[in-house]
């Protein structure tokens, strides 16, 4: 019997929550070996297990939800999930923003342990250096289509507050229908406040995340490179579309390459995980798009990407749901 043509989605920051405390223990007990392989990597840091972290009583967002723990807990659910899919025939790997180190992970990049290792030291970096923010800011209707205009006033005030002094802004994370947006914390503080107020929670600041995919982040860049030049990475065994729409296939990279990508560009520059999906379906046609947990946040963010080139003649929110309801083309495991 063929198997199921499956994009696969690694999710970032963010998507380990309250509602999913315990995911990997209830969701992959069975794992204990692979878990423990990667708390060795956080032992050796001095830093609390994962299997730890997931079985506490309650959820804690100053500890759970913190950039040096919230990456490991997220690599590791993903990754678990990934395990669960030798059903399918994976034609290719995506993720966002921090994502990308689960995708090199699960297509075989790295080893389990050397992609755990990757993920977990750039969230520590990033949260011991805790330079700059982000907020995210929708840029659709309710119909999931984007509001003419939208972008470019979001794009003028961000250039008016950019002349400020310590007032630095970019663009973060282009997701579906939404923009991240990052920069110093009083140029993030001054945009919230500059934007109008969209669909009741927009803008929205990310709490405890830094001005990740922008210049500011050139101090982690570097000291990811000294920390994990020991790690040697290998070519993909399906192919990985990174955070520009590039595709890296099995037969064609330079793991230099990826590696440079990795630790250089993908730390410094934007990412755009629209671009990445909307390469992913349209040079490998997939039958179903598998969105790996925990949770289920970036569903919106890939539906967006979907109907912004009207895959599939999908052009609204009303399309795709009712499409979900017959025959489902995105799949979420976190949920």
């Known amino acids: 019997m063929a198997r199921t043509r499956t994009l696969v989605v690694c999710p970032g920051r963010g998507t380990y929550g309250k509602g999913e405390l315990g995911y990997l223990k209830n969701h992959h007990g069975n794992k204990r070996d692979l878990i423990n392989s990667f708390d060795e990597v956080r032992l050796q840091r001095g830093q609390t297990s994962i299997a730890a972290l997931d079985e506490a009583e309650r959820f804690a967002t100053r500890s759970h939800g913190a950039g040096d723990n919230a990456a490991g807990l997220i690599f590791a659910s993903a990754f678990c999930d990934y395990q669960d899919l030798s059903d399918r025939e994976v034609v ?46 929708s840029l659709v209707d309710e119909n999931w289509r984007e509001v003419p205009g939208r972008r470019a006033e979001v794009l003028a005030t961000m250039a008016k507050l950019h002349k400020e002094p310590d007032h630095r802004l970019y663009i ?32 929205f600041v990310l709490q405890g995340h830094s001005a990740f995919h922008t210049p500011l982040q050139a101090p982690v860049s570097q000291m990811g490179q000294a920390a994990l030049a020991a790690l040697t990475p290998g070519r993909p065994e399906v192919p990985l ?51 790996l947990g925990p949770g289920t946040t970036l569903f919106g963010a890939v539906a967006q990407s979907l109907l912004a080139i009207e895959w599939r003649g999908l052009k609204t929110k009303a399309d795709l749901m009712a499409r979900q309801k017959s025959a489902p083309l995105i799949h979420t495991l976190g949920s």
């Not at 993720?95 to 050397?114: D, K, Q, T």
């Not at 630790?263 to 379906?281: N, R």
Request: include cysteine.
């Open 241 to 291: 579309i990174d955070g520009r729409g590039q595709v890296w296939t099995p037969y064609s990279t330079d793991p230099e390459a990826l590696w440079d990508y990795t630790l250089g560009h993908q730390v410094i520059c934007p990412y755009e995980f629209t671009k990445s999906v909307q390469v992913a379906v349209r040079e490998y046609a997939p039958e179903e798009i598998v969105i």
């Open 92 to 137: 290719a790997v995506v993720g966002n923003s921090m994502g990308w180190y689960i995708a090199l992970g699960c297509a075989g990049v790295l080893g389990p342990r050397e992609g755990f290792q990757l993920a977990n030291e750039m969230g520590s970096l990033m949260h011991e250096t805790g330079l700059g923010a982000q907020l995210v800011y």
């Open 172 to 203: 973060s994370i282009e997701l579906g229908g939404m923009i991240v947006l990052a920069g110093d914390e009083a140029a993030i503080s001054a945009l919230a406040k500059a934007l109008r107020v969209v669909d009741e929670r927009f803008p």
